[in-house]
Each structure stands twice: as structure tokens, then as C-alpha cells.
């Protein structure tokens, strides 16, 4: 195996993209997504995350109990 | 042997963005240890990881050819129709991660983390850190790990083939996750290395006016990274939209092929015996004691079951659709040398632009490693007395 080479070193600015994402909050959920196709161009949001969060869970995902990363922080 | 713990290593990681470590017992990064392979073991992994990729290939342009095998994956409506256009047109994958039980000098694919791989800044980045604080490259070893490198190499290439424009690529996280959000942050650190516009978006906060994706601010989605499992994903409130192919997935939706773990007994079926695979299969197995279940769509650990005398299979499963019935792999276990009882290890063997990058290593108390397991680095050095186990826990 080739020895590695010294990596570039990583350069993220770590307080000004969080600060970014603390602007945004938690989207209506996926129970009041307007069905896609029909929305005559208003916009909705958060038709993604569902399984993760929990709900639409079945023993196919049954990862996606809303547990997982649990003990590992939150972005709130 | 132990690695004496660097002082201030908790505010060092933090500032790299590890900073969901918890404080779980034991911790999910453990600083004091890690595990020593050969280089000749690194090689074993990294050729098992690049052999399983091309059949892994293979086995998708087997099962966009056959509607059978793709109709035993059960996708909504229209996603088989996305899948294989997906795979024809060549859409660009970026990373997965095989999860690897080496013992006995053999190599065996427990799972493939395929679109949505954990572990991506503990890999590329912590376990680096922690080799490079302890100078242990001066001392003759080394880290089977290039996955930075080779993340940015493969992000240049995605610039070429689909962004020369100047687009914006997306990248989306689970909200509720900060690992997610540092893994996400993570990428789109590599993206910009490789000079792409990069942004982050939650994925809550991504709108639809029935058409298109939308940001936040409401700009149009091109080019979409998600770090959500395509699986959920195509089963989801705004899954139709996706079905319009204008937005590039990444990871492109034929990876949802591989992340579901119907890819191990479709793998079993077209390579029966296969030196790199466990038997695995649909059906309740005879004798539950030799096998786990694991659901198909389930992630970190969550549902999978260990038969047992004391537990049999079919207790977990029952009325047991949508398991995958593996046979039980024989993971190495490690004196705890730090204390606490032994540890199974499982080893992650990284795959990007599709080529081997690197290896880490994950353990726990227990055979089934989840989410929440600790995280051990990893050295590489010429040669270890034969007598040691392979590899070797220090």
C-alpha cells in the first residue's frame, strides 16, 4: 500500500454556518404537504423526514424510529 | 497497548466539527485506543471493498434488466422507471461504506451503507487528527485512509461532468440530527474545496410548488446531495416531485438498490458462496440461531435481531415481511485493555468515486453495532508477530 501523503488541511468556518442553519425552524411536517402537481405553484414545505422523525414507520424502516443519532445532540 | 489520551482532545475535535459525541458509557469516541492492522490486512480490505464494488454493480444492471428482481424492492409507483433511468444515464455516486467482519484472515460484507453512510467526519477527518497528534507517522505507521483526498477528487469530477456552469449543489440533513448537519457541513467543505458552490439546507425547509424543489429562498434545487436514505426518501409526502427528474440526486436514486438490504440475498443469489458474502435470504431460516434479520430499510443497528437459542428469530420477526434473514458472521473480539468487558469490532471500508479510500473501525459490547457504538482509530504498520490476532486491538 502507498504511504499517504499529507492531506490539505480542512477549512470550515464552523460558527457562521450554524448560525445559518439556527435560522431556519421546523418545516408544518408532511401530514399538510399539498399533494405535488396540485399546489398551483404555492409553496409548501416539510414533505421530507418523515420516517426519521418517527411517523410513517414500518417494520421495513425500522430505523426510522425518530431514535436515531439520539444522545448525539440536535441542531436546534 | 493504550495511546496515552492528548490533553485538550475534546476542544481539538470540537473545533473539526466533532461535536456530537455524547456522553454515553462507553463513549462513542474512544480516544485511548485503537486498533493495529498490516499493511498486508489494509490491502485484504481495501481489494475486498473494490471487488464487492464491482459486484455490487453488477447486481444493479442485473436488476434494472430483470423486472422480477426489481419488483422484489416494492418502490412506489414510477421510482422503478427512476431507477432505471437513473442507472442508464450513469448519474454520479459520490461515497458508500461496507461494513466488514475480518476474522481468520477472511473478509465479509455484513451491510452496505450506500447512500447516507455514517461515520464520514469520524473517518476522514478525527481518526486522521488522532493519528497526526500522536505522531505516529514518525514513527513508521501509518493510516489507511485517503477518503478527504479522494472525496475532493470526486466532487472535481462531478464539477466537470454536470456543473460546469456554475450551479449550485444542495446539501440536505436530517433537522434533527446534528451528526447529520456536521456530516452534511463536512461535504460541502470538500464540494467547496473542489469549487463548487455549496449550500446546506434542512430538510424540513425544503418547498415545492408542485413542480420543483425549492430552497429556502425559495431557488430552485438542481443538483441535490441528501444525507437521508433514498428508501425513505421515495416513500415520503414530497416523493412525487422527485419523480419529474429535474432535480440530480446525489446519492442517485439506482443506490437505493444497495442501501436496501435486499441487495445481500440478491448478491447471494448471483454469486452463491462467494468468498466476500454471507448466505443471506428472504425466508425464515431453519435453525434461527445461526442468522440475523435485519429489516430492509432499517439503519444504525435498529431492528436488527440475533438468533438464539434464548431468542429465537422468529420472536423478533414476527409475521417477519421485510427481513433479510444473514447468516451470522464470525466478528473478531478484542480485550477491553482500557477495561470494561471485550469488544466485537466491525471494520467500515470506504468506497468513493468508486475506489477504495480508507478504512475505520467501529465496536461494541454486543454483535449488532449501532448508531451509538464507539468509534476507534486505526494505524497501519509493516508487519505484527504472527501469533496476534487479526487485526490487532492496542
Not at chain 2, 447486481?59 to 412506489?76: F, H, K, Q, S
Not at chain 2, 464520514?120 to 493510516?143: I, N, P
Not at chain 2, 415481511?321 to 464470525?330: F, M, S
Request: include cysteine.
Amino acid at each position: 500500500m502507498p504511504r499517504r501523503s499529507v492531506r490539505v488541511q480542512r477549512c470550515l468556518v464552523l460558527p457562521s454556518s450554524l448560525a445559518v442553519s439556527l435560522l431556519y425552524s421546523a418545516g408544518p411536517g408532511p401530514g399538510t404537504a399539498l399533494p405535488p402537481g396540485g399546489a398551483g405553484g404555492a409553496v409548501v414545505r416539510g414533505g421530507f423526514g418523515s420516517i426519521a422523525d418517527g411517523q410513517d414507520a414500518t417494520r421495513e424502516t425500522n430505523g426510522g424510529t425518530g431514535d436515531l443519532g439520539k444522545g448525539k445532540g440536535v441542531v436546534t | 497497548m493504550l495511546f496515552p489520551v492528548q490533553p485538550g482532545w475534546e476542544r481539538r475535535y470540537r473545533d473539526l466539527g466533532f461535536d456530537y459525541v455524547g456522553q454515553d458509557d462507553p463513549p462513542y469516541w474512544a480516544d485511548s485506543v485503537g486498533y493495529e492492522f498490516t499493511r498486508g490486512e489494509c490491502d485484504a480490505i481495501q481489494a475486498a471493498a473494490a471487488e464487492l464494488h464491482r459486484m455490487c454493480l453488477q447486481a444493479v444492471d442485473r436488476i434494472v434488466a430483470e423486472p422480477g428482481l426489481l419488483a422484489r424492492y416494492r418502490l412506489p409507483p414510477g421510482f422503478d422507471d427512476l431507477v432505471r433511468r437513473s442507472w442508464r444515464r450513469g448519474d454520479w455516486t459520490v461515497c458508500g461504506r461496507f461494513d466488514l467482519a475480518c476474522a481468520g484472515g477472511a473478509v465479509k460484507l455484513l451491510e452496505y451503507n450506500a447512500d447516507s453512510p455514517g461515520l464520514l467526519l469520524e473517518s476522514a477527518v478525527v481518526q486522521w487528527s488522532w493519528f497526526e497528534a500522536r505522531g505516529l507517522g514518525r514513527e513508521d505507521k501509518d493510516q489507511c485512509n485517503l477518503l478527504h483526498e479522494k472525496l475532493v477528487a470526486s466532487w472535481r469530477g462531478f464539477h466537470r461532468w454536470k456543473l460546469p456552469g456554475g450551479e449550485r449543489l444542495h446539501l440536505a440533513f436530517w433537522d434533527r440530527s446534528l451528526e447529520d448537519y456536521r456530516t452534511c457541513e463536512y461535504l460541502a467543505d470538500t464540494a467547496r474545496q473542489a469549487g463548487l458552490e455549496a449550500t446546506l439546507v434542512p430538510l424540513a425547509r425544503i418547498g415545492t410548488d408542485g413542480d420543483a424543489l425549492l430552497d429556502p429562498e425559495d431557488r430552485r434545487i438542481t443538483h441535490l446531495f441528501m444525507f437521508y436514505p433514498l428508501g425513505w426518501l421515495f416513500r415520503e409526502a414530497f416523493a412525487p416531485v422527485l419523480l419529474k427528474d429535474r432535480c440530480l440526486l446525489l446519492e442517485p436514486p439506482w443506490k437505493c438498490l444497495l442501501s436496501d438490504k435486499r441487495i445481500l440475498e440478491i448478491l447471494w443469489e448471483l454469486f452463491p458462496g462467494h468468498r466476500l458474502l454471507l448466505e443471506a435470504t428472504r425466508d425464515r431460516p431453519a435453525d434461527p440461531g445461526g442468522y440475523m434479520a435485519k429489516p430492509y430499510l432499517g439503519h444504525g443497528g435498529a431492528g436488527v435481531a440475533v438468533g438464539s437459542a434464548a431468542q429465537p428469530l422468529h420472536l423478533a420477526g414476527a409475521g417477519a415481511d421485510g427481513l433479510v434473514y444473514q447468516r451470522r458472521a464470525d466478528l473478531p473480539v478484542f480485550q477491553a485493555l482500557e477495561g470494561g468487558p471485550p469488544r466485537y469490532l466491525v471494520v467500515g471500508a470506504w468506497v468513493v468515486g468508486g475506489e477504495p479510500a480508507g478504512i475505520c473501525c467501529r465496536e461494541d459490547t454486543v454483535p449488532v453495532m449501532t448508531d451509538r457504538s464507539p468509534v476507534v482509530a486505526h494505524t497501519c504498520a509493516d508487519d505484527r508477530p504472527a501469533t496476534a490476532p487479526w487485526p490487532g486491538r492496542r
